[in-house]
C-alpha cells in the first residue's frame, strides 16, 4: 500500500453539499468527525473547515462536561455523550479541555479529527 501526500490536514478543503449557506465558525459535520468552518462556503461552493485548535462552542443545557472527556455535536449542542455508533453514534469533534458545569452555555473543545 502507497501513499500520497495531499496536504498538511489542519485546514481541509470541504464542498458544501447542502441546501444552505455555512457560515464562518459554524460546526461542520464530516462522516463520523466535525470541525469549523473556516471561511463561508456558499451552497456547491469549496470552502475549508478547520480540523485542529481549540473553540468555545455551545454545550447541551443541562450537562456537564469534564476536561478530557470526549465531545460530540448533537442537534442540542456539544455533548460529552453518544450512542454507540450501531444506535446511530453522534460525530465526535474533539475533547472538552476544561470543566464546563451544567449550567454553562459553552465548553472549550481541543478539536480532534
Known amino acids: ?3 500520497t501526500y495531499i496536504q498538511p490536514g489542519g485546514n481541509l478543503d470541504y464542498k458544501n453539499n447542502g441546501d444552505a449557506a455555512i457560515e464562518a465558525g459554524d460546526v461542520v459535520v464530516l462522516g463520523d468527525r466535525a470541525g469549523i468552518a473556516g ?3 456558499p451552497v456547491g461552493e469549496l470552502g475549508s473547515i478547520v480540523m485542529d485548535g481549540v473553540y468555545k462552542i455551545a454545550k447541551k443545557s443541562g450537562e456537564a462536561i469534564k476536561a478530557g472527556k470526549d465531545a460530540y455535536v448533537s442537534d442540542e ?3 460529552g455523550t453518544s450512542p454507540a455508533p450501531a444506535e446511530g453514534g453522534l460525530p465526535k469533534i ?9 449550567g454553562d452555555a459553552y465548553v472549550k473543545v481541543k478539536l480532534q479529527a
Open 1 to 3: 500500500m502507497k501513499a
Open 77 to 79: 449542542g456539544i455533548t
Open 94 to 102: 474533539g475533547y472538552a479541555v476544561e470543566d464546563a458545569a451544567e
Open 39 to 41: 471561511t463561508p462556503i
